[in-house]
């Protein structure tokens, strides 16, 4: 369905335009150009880096170059394994190979246009390893090396950064620091140097390396350009209607338009039909409200969904996003921690608090019994071992937590008083809970045996285990928690070919119109996510649209297909 819109005047013009300035947009516009295309980004905001820059700046890309220059085994076919088996049949063969044989391709391409630096996080496992065969210790998941943003010159200001990390710093910075749980152990004298010198790691840092190539390619980025609408002539997209400052603008795309501008999140009303997400809070900017599915979808673009989470988080008085947004924290970190847990109004314990997928699934789960959700409302129960230990996002160790954000209680009879949670099933849950402690074992949920929740949650110099400590010592404290959305990465979005191409309901691709990145739907990798992932199918779409576009798309899938024809094929 094309629609016929043509305006009766165009105001800017490229081959290739950018809908979204992430890493998804960046990379297609520094594609098109490469690729002999001329290109053009139209950012909503008035600042560039999207998502991207929020985020950890994890990529995640099996079989990538850099795990074989330090001896590490792994290839794409693995991770498409890896990939197949945890999406638990909701991912299509042909997507999660897509983007299992680009993700190395799209990498060292950008190493070698815009100078991308990349380094294994080493020490940093896949989610399942140990529960998958094609899982790796280390080697998958990478990050940029510090990016120095005084390069980007007026960019440099106009480039976001990141309110939910601390952009100063590697993983390895991290890690070797004890963990985000042993803050005040840590040595900030490497931050504090990157920081005046404004060399910035992370998610801050690797969309630096995108938003320089484009300043290197003299792509124009244009700010505060609120796309409207889609064009079409009646065969194919041609270009998109904007607003900027209340003037309307048409900018003509002679070869196609990207529309890479992450999720949905901050529309209640898609996150509730879509997400199938119930008054959930949000960590990104409020512009992330399905403009994608706007456009895409009066051009008959079709939408698919797999499952996904709901995340859990609070936020602390006076601190903003950005002026009027409040900041909401997300317990990923911290619920998994020593002497903390998360139950149910049962005063119930629901899932291991130290690996975010088992939590963070169990928190929407239905009682088809009594059509009730019996793990929401749910709180972050801990004691006065972790206040004294470990940092509750901005609230340091030590500090009290405000009464907004917490209830304090003598006992934990009181603080079953005070918060609602029934008392004997909290009294109990904590007592068993202590028991697994002591036992360094947790047989109803298994918290602690996840390495991955282990690195990312949990302290690393409490022995015997980095996850599980037992409440004992008074005040105890709850922290009332809200639902929070993805992160941008939503369970739905709009279906793509190989070539990312939009595809409507009839199977057949809307010529012209591309996506990338969050706006995609996740059929590469089904019902699991992992680290990275988002990251590295928003650069390889981006690659893979704007190659396309210009007229040279890729053949590696076809490649792969064949290939693994010929293999099956009878001897």
């Not at 952009?167 to 004890?178: Q, V, W």
């Not at 196609?256 to 999140?265: D, K, T």
Request: hydrophobic share 40%; charged share 20%.
């Amino acid at each position: 369905m094309i629609i016929r819109n043509l305006p009766d005047r165009w105001d800017l013009e490229a081959d290739v335009v950018s809908v979204g300035s992430g890493a998804g947009g960046l990379a297609a516009a520094i594609s098109a150009h490469e690729h002999g295309a001329s290109a053009m980004i139209l950012e909503r905001t008035e600042q560039v880096g999207g998502v991207t820059a929020y985020s950890l700046g994890e990529v995640w890309i099996p079989g990538n170059h850099l795990e074989a220059e330090i001896g590490i085994e792994d290839s794409p076919e693995s991770g498409f394994r890896y990939v197949k088996s945890l999406g638990m049949g909701y991912a299509n063969d042909v997507a999660i190979l897509n983007q299992a044989v680009h993700g190395p391709a799209m990498l060292e391409f950008f190493e070698k246009t815009i100078d991308l630096k990349m380094i294994v996080i080493r020490n940093c496992p896949d989610y399942y390893f140990g529960y998958s065969n094609d899982s790796v210790a280390e080697g998958r998941l990478l990050e940029v090396e510090p990016f120095p943003a005084q390069t980007l010159g007026e960019w440099q200001e106009r480039t976001r950064v990141s309110p939910h990390v601390m952009y100063g710093f590697t993983h390895e910075d991290i890690s070797r620091n004890g963990g985000s749980a042993n803050i005040l152990k840590w040595d900030f004298s490497a931050m504090a140097e990157r920081l005046e010198k404004d060399e910035r790691c992370l998610g801050s840092g690797l969309i630096c390396y995108f938003v320089k190539g484009a300043i290197d390619r003299g792509i124009p980025m244009h700010t505060g350009m609120d796309v409207k609408e889609l064009i079409g002539d009646g065969t194919r997209v041609v270009g998109v209607r904007a607003v900027r400052g209340g003037e309307e603008l048409f900018i003509k795309a002679n070869r196609g338009v990207v529309v890479a501008v992450s999720s949905y999140e901050r529309s209640p009303a898609f996150s509730k039909t879509l997400g199938q997400q119930l008054d959930v809070q949000s960590v990104i900017m409020p512009e992330v409200d399905g403009a994608h599915l706007r456009l895409a979808g009066k051009f008959g673009a079709r939408v698919a969904r797999v499952p996904d989470v709901t995340m859990l988080g609070f936020s602390v008085p006076g601190e903003e996003l950005q002026e009027g947004v409040p900041l909401w924290r997300n317990i990923m970190a911290f619920a998994g921690l020593p002497h903390s847990m998360v139950v149910n109004r049962a005063g119930k314990r629901f899932a291991d608090e130290g690996f975010y997928r088992s939590l963070y699934f169990a928190v929407d789960a239905i009682d088809g019994a009594t059509q009730d959700h019996p793990n929401f409302p749910c709180w972050l129960v801990l004691d006065s071992q972790a206040r004294e230990k470990y940092p509750l996002a901005s609230i340091l160790p030590g500090q009290p937590i405000p009464e907004e954000v917490g209830i304090t209680a003598d006992s934990i009879a009181e603080l079953a008083a005070k918060t609602g949670i029934a008392a004997e099933g909290l009294a109990e849950t904590i007592a068993n809970f202590n028991a697994y402690c002591e036992r360094n074992d947790d047989p109803e949920f298994g918290r602690g045996k996840s390495l991955w929740g282990a690195y990312m949650t949990g302290d690393k110099f409490h022995k015997p285990s980095p996850t599980l400590g037992p409440l004992l010592k008074a005040p105890f404290y709850a922290v009332s928690l809200s639902r929070l959305a993805s992160s941008g990465i939503a369970s739905a979005g709009v279906v793509v070919d190989e070539h990312c191409r939009a595809m409507g309901w009839d199977g057949e691709p809307i010529e012209g119109l591309y996506l990338a990145g969050n706006s995609v739907a996740r059929l590469d990798n089904g019902a699991v996510m992992q680290s990275g992932m988002s990251n590295a199918r928003g650069m390889t779409h981006g690659y893979l649209a704007a190659r396309h576009a210009a007229g040279d798309p890729s053949t590696l899938l076809a490649a792969a297909l064949a290939e693994r024809a010929q293999s099956s094929a009878p001897a």
